[in-house]
């Protein structure tokens, strides 16, 4: 097997010498290397792929996963993210929504070494002060319109305001807007998984609500 990879990623570089904008030689190419474990070379032709056709969502989803791989969290993020709008109903925007989600919750948790964040606690807060005389159909709406934002790939670790709702006036971060979905889901659906972990905020905001 990896003899027939070996000759095929050199059937692949012949390719290019021939033709440079070859875009399936360069994203196969890359898929060859990838799976030898030369995440930086295969970045390279991943990135050579793109070039050709920026649209290409296995190209795009390719490069993401190299970066993820070199330990570029920001530039994989920024790659899943356009693999998902490439197409957000295939196959690959699943596999991108999940590693968006896997990576927010590493860096989610990597900021305090495992312990709650206290930006959480307060925004979970905030969510709890906010639904406390709310109808709870309301709440549903409020947080089944931030799940639905949530698909896109909210940034958590992006601390501007710069998201709306229509359901809830005002301007949110990312991570405001998880907060308010995870203690809206607490109210009508406890034992839901939104997919972000909140738990050890929630606890304490609880815990502070009077």
């Given at each position: 097997?990896?003899?027939?990879?070996?000759?095929?990623?050199e059937e692949l570089r012949n390719g290019i010498g021939r033709d440079p904008v070859n875009l399936w030689a360069h994203r196969n190419l890359a898929v060859c290397l990838g799976q030898e474990?030369?995440?930086?070379?295969?970045?390279e032709h991943f990135l050579r792929a793109v070039g050709i056709s920026e649209?290409?969502?296995?190209?795009?989803?390719?490069?993401?996963?190299c970066y993820e791989a070199l330990e570029d969290i920001g530039a994989?993020?920024?790659?899943?993210?356009?693999?998902?709008?490439a197409d957000e109903?295939?196959?690959?925007?699943?596999?991108a929504k999940e590693a968006l989600t896997r990576l927010t919750r590493e860096s989610f948790r990597n900021k305090t070494g495992g312990s709650e964040r206290m930006d959480g606690v307060m925004y979970c807060l905030a969510a709890l002060e906010k639904f406390e005389k709310m109808p709870l159909e309301e709440i549903q709406k409020i947080a089944f319109e931030i799940g639905m934002l949530g698909t896109q790939g909210l940034?958590?670790?992006?601390?501007?305001?710069?998201y709306r709702l229509k359901s809830l006036p005002g301007e949110y971060t990312a991570l405001q807007l998880v907060?308010?979905?995870?203690?809206?889901?607490?109210?009508f659906a406890p034992d839901q998984d939104?997919?972000?972990?909140?738990?050890?905020?929630?606890?304490?905001?609880?815990?502070?609500?009077?």
């Open positions: 097997e990896f003899r027939r990879v070996l000759f095929r990623s474990g030369q995440f930086a070379e295969a970045k649209n290409d969502q296995t190209s795009l989803l390719g490069l993401a996963n994989a993020d920024e790659y899943y993210r356009r693999a998902l709008k109903f295939s196959e690959m925007a699943q596999q940034k958590v670790s992006d601390t501007q305001k710069t907060s308010y979905m995870y203690a809206g889901f607490k109210m939104i997919g972000f972990d909140l738990s050890k905020e929630y606890a304490v905001a609880q815990s502070l609500f009077v």
